[in-house]
């Protein structure tokens, strides 16, 4: 079989010649074997009506495997020349022929130096896409966190709008007065809780003396 691996032929017609051959091949053989199988059954029914015949089956057998053997031979030497031909002559594309989906190729003809250079934009294109990719990533997570803040800033708005509507009903209009008042306030609570926390000691204490 040839080692040819005819990559061109196997585009067009779906699959490699050579394996088109060695499926041939495999046909004729297998059809060889089934025609002495025949020839092999007439015989010993030719032989059955001879009377006297000392020919047994074992040796029609041994004669049958022999002229197989001397026809493969000679089958195999005439296969191989078909197959030379049919190779060169049927399965084979010339060189000079280009199938439909390779007409791109012969419009835009590209060198190995070109294709290479080709290859390397496309790659430096890749990681350019990839480094966008990633800055955008990270712009929208910027983005996220600015919303979040912007959403905390919102509630602290609030807050002080609350503040100072609280601080309007006790009086005080002015927001630095606003702030004493409540660091006055925020002291006296503090105060407070000093003297529960005292409180709560001695309380303590005193349960443990009963």
């Known amino acids: 079989m040839s080692v040819n691996p005819m990559a061109y032929e196997a585009q067009f017609f779906g699959f490699t010649p050579q394996t088109c051959m060695l499926r041939i091949y495999i046909a004729f053989q297998d059809y060889l074997f089934e025609v002495m199988l025949v020839v092999e059954s007439v015989i010993l029914k030719k032989l059955d009506r001879i009377p006297g015949c000392k020919i047994s089956p074992s040796q029609i057998r041994k004669s049958t495997e022999k002229f197989l053997l001397f026809l493969k031979d000679h089958f195999d030497k005439l296969f191989s020349k078909m197959e030379e031909m049919l190779l060169q002559l ?12 390779d007409k791109a190729h012969e419009q835009y003809p590209y060198s190995k130096e070109q294709f ?3 290859q390397d934009e496309t790659r430096q294109l890749q990681e350019q896409y990839r480094a966008e990719a990633s800055a955008g990533q990270a712009l929208r997570a910027e983005l996220e966190e600015q919303k979040a803040v912007q959403a905390e800033l919102e509630k602290i708005l609030q807050w002080f709008d609350g503040l100072e509507n609280a601080c309007r009903e006790h009086g005080t209009s002015n927001f630095q007065e606003s702030l004493v008042f409540l660091t006055q306030n925020s002291k006296k609570l503090q105060e407070v809780m000093k003297d529960v926390e005292e409180k709560s000691k001695k309380m303590k204490k005193y349960d443990q003396l009963l």
Do not use: K
Not at 90 to 101: A, D, H, K, R, S
């Open 90 to 101: 049927v399965l084979n594309i010339p060189e000079n022929v280009l199938l439909p989906e």
């Open 116 to 118: 290479q250079a080709l």
